[in-house]
């Protein structure tokens, strides 16, 4: 049984982004070449990918992708549970392909569902609501099946080998998206297990992340005591429950979030002008518990755009270069490079400091 | 005499071989056991309480103390001690009274709770070179915030925040009334905590004047006696606090004995020179939650919604609960105090076997508060026993805001904890009014000596959490992946919400 408490996941890394601000799709072979450029960053034991924008025919549905452990049992209770809060409007297994350094250890399906919306009160965002705790519960109650992306035209592609097999696994090249996320992944516990491979997801959050969050006791209880379940045993999920709770809940913006997680020193907002120092003051009494401590980069990405940063003191490396309406980020220069000849514009942001990119059309 | 007397408790003497006949020691006992007949020292060992100011004072080393020098038959049950209580109550027929903390073996749990650091996979962080940030504050917290657009579009606040203390550290001084200690001890510790960014508090005994100067870092206590109540009172404290009941005696209220109130305390205290100043064991205007929320938004509308308010509360079993009810109340923050916590006067009976230990009744308070969604409502301060900065690293883990030390800070100003502070004769000056006594202590010299020891905790807790990779004290508050329990039970590992070594 793969999908059941492991001890807790930390990851090293390699991570890239990009976003095309004018929506104009791409396609996954450029990514998968950046990634696989990164392959000393990793150990074969896992990457993912991440796109939106890759399921034009269902505008409007949740496109929930689910590992299996086989499609009797798990599957049987899943589809009771969806069939009972919502409708599913198409289900199919995602289609894959054996790669020699990449055998089948879960069956990734998916669905295009729609949540009855008249069943949740006292929400401002029923849809999402629903669909957060279908997602939590499946994933916390059932065994045998894990839904690793729920967000709308969108979707999550992972599993555990090196990005080019889990990219031609997958092939996804036959994809195309307007944001791509990729993570190459170095773990060091539960190697074999898919679900522990980036990006992660919920709703239209993902995260890809290198680095550990040594805060996560503190952010998880945070993020639990918000209704949120933590399942996947992986320090990175609460990045993504934290975004919900912040970007979608709270109505904060993108640089607002990143302020909460990596909030200035004390020092600096004490030397703020008046009305930046209340804001800032005011960020760090609400948002202690949101706070991310420990080495990380990260980018997060919704179909509205992308946000990458790093930690308060950048122990982890970040790189940001943009072309026309591309926009890169990632953990090397040379991964980006290798995406786009011609990028302009290379440059580190500052520790903390929030990278964002957002759809213009 | 059926009784007759039992054996020594300890057994003081003197190496005439070191003896240089300064008398200090004659001098600096004030219990009595010195006194000088011809060219001789005599002792009378009965009196000694192990206090240890002769010891300390005598310039040779000349002096040597034993506990128990007389054997009792070694019985598992029927210790010394239990004996000697029953005789002690079969002669007086009366509550044996004790001070200090609990002083029965249990095990402590902070003792089996190990910390965390960082090796390979994140890098440690090294506070003399990178920014570590140990400010905290108290009070109430929005669980959200809200902004607006200004017509120039720029984001504003639209939230408004509740009055917080600011702490450069998150150790305070916890509540030690003037009558309990000395004014010079207290002066000590107002002019440590304010060197060093932090609080006191002043106990149910009002503010002497002298400590004016320092009333932007204390906290003004309101007991169920109301003593040294007024609104200038209330006005001066930078924070007010409200105490329901203390680790060390849950449930009962407090006795001055009349013989510590002298001209200042009776003008401090506002009661009677000489007389008794009983504090009842309830507040007779709070029988129920919702009469504390009443007495906490009478507080917070005499001193204009200016001043956080805390609540104190003993850990007793029901701890978490009734911390979730105060959170509901308009109070900033809910103080747990411990069994160990350490008093001037309990019933013995009281301090070894009421309440919970501290380090269960935050872990349950931090759960219940999260799991209701009000952990933002309240800070939580934890005191009673906590000795070092491990203690408080692993209380903040657990999930308080920030703890309050007392014994600890008494035994930086001389306090060998020796358990007889009710007697009002402490030699060190701390725990007395005499006056010859309490000159004992210079208040500069004993605020250093505090304020040292909190910089010291400080400068351990920033390497403890730049070693565990964390750079600010919000990340270790209620971390407890951070914690390993050590030979806890499962039990107690649940409480602790704690993974055992090696998980």
Redesign the interface.
Known sequence: MYLQKQ??V?N?CGIIGVIDRGRSGMDGSGIKEALSLMNERGSGEGAGYVAYGIYPDYPDYYALHVFYDNLVEPKKKVDDLLEKWGRIVQQEEIPTYEQPGLRKKHIPWRYFYKPHKDLVVGSSTPEDDLVKTLVMDINSRIDGALVFSSGINMGVFKAAGWPEDVADFYRIQDYKGYIWLAHNRYP?NTPGWWGGAHPFNLLDWSVVHN??I?????N???V???GYKCTMFTDTEVVAYLFDILGR?????ED?VVKALAPP???EIDAMPE?QR??D?????????A?????FAIVVATSQGIVGFTD??K?RPLVVAENGNKLYISSEEAAIRVMDPAVQNIRMPRAGEPVIGRVIV | MTLGSVPLRYKVSIDHDHCMQCMRCVDNCSYGVYRVEGDKIIIDSRKCTACHRCISMCPRDAINLQERPVDYRSHPLWTAEAREDIINQARTGKIILAGMGNALDYPVIFDRLVLDA?QV???S?DPLR??M?L?T?LGK???????RKNDEG????V?E?AP?LKLETPIMIGHMSYGAISLNTQLSLAKAVTEMGTFMGTGEGGMHRSLHPYQDHTIVQVASGRFGVDIDYLERGAAIEIKIGQGAKPGIGGHLPGEKVCVDVSCTRMIPLGSDAISPAPHHDIYSIEDLAQLVRSLKEATEWKKPVFVKIAAVHNVAAIAAGIARSSADAVVIDGFRGGTGAAPKVFRDNVGIPIEAAIAAVDHKL??Q?V??EVSIIASGGIRNSADLAKSI?LGADAVYIGTASLIALGCRVCGNCYRGLCPWGIATQRQDLVDRIDPEIGGRNVANLIHAWTLELSELMGA?????I?????????LRGYMLDEGMLKVLNVEPVG?
């Open positions: 001890f807790l930390v090293m060091t680095g550990e040594t805060s996560y006791g503190t998880r209880q945070y639990e005591s918000n809940r709270h109505g904060l913006s607002l020193f004390w020092d009305r209340k804001i003051h005011a960020m760090r009494l609400t948002y202690g518990a706070q991310m401590n420990g080495p308060r003191i122990l | 960082c996979t994140n890098p962080i990178e920014p940030e400010r504050y917290k929005p669980s959200r915030l809200d902004f720029d984001v504003e606040l939230t925040l917080n999260n799991d969604g952990r933002n883990a565990a990779g964390l750079n600010s919000e990340s270790l508050r209620g971390n407890r992946e951070r998980a």
